[in-house]
Structure formats: C-alpha cells, structure tokens
Nanobody, 114 residues
Framework: VQLQASEEGLVQPGGSLRLSCVASGSIFGISVMGWYRQGQGKQRELVAKILRDGSTEHGDSVKGRFTISRDVAKNTVYLQMNSLKPEDTAVYYC?????????WGQGTQVTVSS
C-alpha cells in the first residue's frame, strides 16, 4: 500500500488549506482513512478519520474548523482546514490501517504564519 499526500503548504492565520492523500497498491478492503499530525516537540495526535460508510471522527482541537471527507472510488481522503491557527503548524500524515498493519504517507508540512 502506498499513500501519496499533497505538497506542503504555507498559509496565514485564519486562512484555509486542503490536503489530499491517494492510496494505491494492494488496497482492497480499506475501511478507515485518516490524518494524524505532529508538531515540533509534540506527540503525534489524531486529527480526523473517516470510515467507508462516511462516518467521521475529529480531534477536539480541530472540531468545527477541519473537515475530513473521502472519495471511495478514487481511494482518496481529503482534509479541509479552515480558520487555521499558528498552533496547527505541524507535519500532517495520512494513514490507513489495513490487514493488521498501518500504512503512512510521507508527511506534509503545514505552516501557519503571518
């Protein structure tokens, strides 16, 4: 399984950015797709995840600002990030748990700064 995420982004506070991640390879049976992030000096935290049936879970720090969505036919997961804050600065990783393993994208640097 390979996960290819979108390129890094630089945005001002209050701005918006959309990340995408495409899964390819032996991807039959994917149920969950999602995003984690890790800020400098911080632990990795769950940002959001989405199941195949469309149900979602968002981390408390991003609720109301970030929205995860998915195109099942394209094996792609998206993360729409609005009202971005400097504390959202982090490397964002898409992930897919599948058949007992967890696959990770390469990481996308998101920087929120004026």
């Amino acid at each position: 399984v390979q996960l290819q995420a979108s390129e890094e982004g630089l945005v001002q506070p209050g701005g918006s950015l959309r990340l995408s991640c495409v899964a390819s390879g032996s991807i039959f049976g994917i149920s969950v797709m999602g995003w984690y992030r890790q800020g400098q000096g911080k632990q990795r935290e769950l940002v959001a995840k989405i199941l195949r049936d469309g149900s979602t879970e968002h981390g408390d720090s991003v609720k109301g600002r970030f929205t995860i969505s998915r195109d099942v036919a394209k094996n792609t997961v998206y993360l729409q990030m609005n009202s971005l804050k400097p504390e959202d600065t982090a490397v964002y990783y898409c992930y897919v748990p599948l058949r007992g393993s967890v696959y990770w994208g390469q990481g996308t640097q998101v920087t929120v700064s004026s």
